[in-house]
């Protein structure tokens, strides 16, 4: 391996580990779906129609062990493996996702969807550059080392 693009922090004393970018998850609905206050907690959560991700995707992930953590099981709405598809049924009114910010963004400026709060839960990841110690990389290899470094400056 020359280097690795990867989600959290690995622990191996072998790695350089660089932090290139942070995403938060958000719990997102249609500006026309209905949760009192905009405010998601453990009282109301399975009140609601959940549109997730499948099952070993990122995102399901993070919202899984909060459940878990909580002693609270859901049976998705609708799951699908396309994001654009989630955020279709979104705009549409038919429940909440988590999803990434990064890619809610333009939706929540647009006013088609919105964020709600979520107190209980803080779902944010990192995303790390992995270089082997002794590795050394060539100049092209640099390049994109550093381009993903500047990752946040580049994005609008």
């Known amino acids: 391996m020359d280097f690795g693009l990867v989600e959290g922090e690995p622990t191996s004393s072998e790695l350089i580990i660089k932090q290139f970018s942070k995403d938060k998850l958000v719990?997102?609905?249609?500006?026309?779906?209905?949760?009192?206050?905009?405010?998601?907690?453990?009282?109301?959560?399975?009140?609601?129609?959940?549109?997730?991700?499948?099952?070993?995707?990122?995102?399901?992930?993070?919202?899984?062990?909060?459940?878990?953590?909580?002693?609270?099981?859901?049976?998705?709405?609708?799951?699908?493996?396309?994001?654009?598809?989630?955020?279709?049924?979104?705009?549409?009114?038919?429940?909440?996702?988590?999803?990434?910010?990064?890619?809610?963004?333009?939706?929540?400026?647009?006013?088609?969807l919105k964020i709600l709060e979520f107190p209980d839960a803080t779902f944010e990841r990192t995303y790390n550059i992995i270089v082997n110690k002794n590795k050394t990389l060539t100049k092209a290899q640099l390049d994109v080392f550093n381009l993903c470094l500047n990752y946040e400056q580049l994005m609008p």
């Open 27 to 112: 719990a997102v609905a249609g500006i026309e779906y209905q949760v009192e206050n905009d405010l998601l907690n453990i009282e109301n959560i399975k009140q609601h129609n959940f549109i997730l991700r499948e099952k070993g995707s990122a995102a399901r992930d993070y919202f899984d062990r909060y459940l878990d953590k909580n002693k609270l099981s859901i049976e998705p709405y609708i799951e699908s493996i396309n994001t654009q598809v989630i955020i279709s049924c979104l705009i549409s009114n038919l429940g909440i996702s988590i999803l990434p910010f990064s890619l809610v963004r333009e939706f929540v400026r647009r006013k088609q």
